[in-house]
């Protein structure tokens, strides 16, 4: 069984800055991509920002110059800087892991969510 849990949401002012953190525990072979997903009321969930186990980042045109997806390894943990924020990145955001087991079984699995919320 493999968990993702998810901290670092909030309220913050338009301009303001909040981290997401999302930890991976449980059996965890090797985690391959790491990504944060949002979704907004009446929306459907889109792709913010991921990271691949190596090579470069991917970030959606609309986070481009304000977030910035990392990873540590060694604490099998994705983090979200989320800079400059806009009311429109009002959402709750979703960690997304695809991670091989100790059995060689390759899956998704998601956090339970964190709620951002930017006042204008």
């Known amino acids: 069984q493999v968990q993702l849990v998810e901290s670092g949401g909030g309220l913050v002012q338009a301009g303001g800055s909040l981290r997401l953190s999302c930890a991976a525990s449980?059996?965890?072979?090797?985690?391959?991509?790491m990504g944060w997903y949002r979704q907004a009321p009446g929306k459907q969930r889109e792709l913010v920002a991921s990271?691949?186990?190596?090579?470069?980042?991917n970030y959606a045109d609309s986070v481009k110059d304000r977030f910035s997806i990392s990873r540590d390894n060694a604490k099998n943990t994705v983090y979200l800087q989320m800079n400059s924020l806009k009311p429109e990145d009002t959402a709750v955001y979703y960690c997304?892991?695809?991670?091989?087991?100790?059995?060689?079984?390759?899956?998704?699995?998601w956090g339970q969510g964190t709620q951002v919320t930017v006042s204008s």
């Open positions: 990271i691949p186990a190596g090579g470069s980042t």
């Open positions: 449980g059996n965890i072979f090797r985690i391959n991509a």
């Open positions: 997304n892991a695809n991670i091989r087991d100790p059995w060689f079984r390759i899956n998704d699995y």
